[in-house]
């Protein structure tokens, strides 16, 4: 069987939404996903870094997220054809494993708890595909890289790329 790793923020749980409006209330900004096409978050207010890093570090931030679109019901299909692994690079935010582990227990209880991986450098990763919104993380992956799309990514080029989870649904499955 072969293995695929899903990253978690922008594929299966939809972390920008929260961040941006909490941003805004700290901040009292206005702020809109639109204004992010193209371009980071952090990039849009390179003043404020460490208080945008400060509310992902918030111990709570990722225990009530939105699930992505049809991410549970393709991930259970993809799941009887392909060995699937959540892997989040949760050591940018250590504050954030417990929420991370309870929300994957939530909304992703039919994966077995031993095919979670909380790491650092996605390098590390030994899997034939890694669905990812973020191409850092493809740089030293030695599978292939799938883009998922999200508003910051919007100029990446050179990977595949899928714009949501039908899509990665119809890239696995014919
Ligand atoms: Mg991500």
Not at 47 to 55: A, H, P
Request: charged letters at 30%; a negative charge.
């Amino acid at each position: 069987m072969k293995r695929i790793a899903i990253d978690m923020d922008e594929v299966i749980a939809d972390a920008l939404p929260k961040h941006v409006t909490r941003f805004n209330q700290l901040h009292n900004d206005n702020i809109k996903i639109e204004d992010l096409n193209g371009i980071k978050l952090e990039d849009l207010r390179p003043e404020f870094q460490v208080e945008m890093k400060n509310i992902l570090l918030e111990p709570t931030f990722f225990q009530d997220l939105a699930v992505m679109e049809d991410s549970q019901e393709v991930i259970k299909e993809l799941n009887e054809h392909f060995e699937i692994f959540i892997t989040t690079a949760a050591m940018e935010f250590p504050t954030s494993f417990t929420a991370k582990y309870e929300w994957l227990k939530e909304h992703f209880s039919f994966l077995n708890d031993m095919n979670f991986v909380f790491c650092g450098d996605k390098g590390i990763l030994n899997a034939d595909y890694l669905i990812d919104d973020n191409v850092h993380h493809f740089k030293r992956f030695s599978g292939k890289g799938i883009l998922f799309s999200s508003p910051q990514n919007s100029n990446e080029t050179g990977y595949d790329r899928v714009e949501n989870w039908q899509e990665v649904r119809n890239y696995f499955i014919n």
